[in-house]
């Protein structure tokens, strides 16, 4: 978006809806600007995921980085070792996969709940 495109307004919000957006745009670690732009535009979208949902997903993205890693490092052990770890990479992919479908499936139902609701 270039500035030609940018229009400004003025805002008036409660403190406590003011302090929700700052806490959100902290956790997304957005400016509270893109924090509000992006979830009118999702509004749009019909996709709102609360920030504790948010959380929860970054946390199980963490996670599993976290076991793809340990699992990379440990594919310096010997040929049999790596041939095991391979396995449970495959496991791991599948189960990810699996994941990506569930998360999918998730916002599905969410986008037909915000539908549902604006009805």
């Known amino acids: 978006m270039t500035e030609d495109d940018e229009i400004r307004i003025t805002l008036r919000l409660p403190e406590s809806v003011r302090d929700q957006l700052k806490a959100a745009s902290d956790q997304s670690g957005r400016s509270m600007n893109a924090e509000i732009v992006a979830r009118i535009a999702d509004s749009f979208r019909g996709i709102i995921v609360t920030p504790d949902e ?66």
């Open 54 to 119: 948010l959380h929860t997903i970054r946390a199980k993205q963490v996670e599993t980085e976290d076991y793809v890693k340990k699992l990379t490092e440990a594919l310096g052990a010997s040929a049999a070792r790596e041939r095991e770890l391979n396995e449970r990479m495959l496991v791991l992919v599948s189960a990810m996969e699996k994941s990506n479908e569930s998360y999918q499936r998730i916002m599905d139902l969410i986008e037909k709940q915000n539908v549902g609701q604006k009805a």
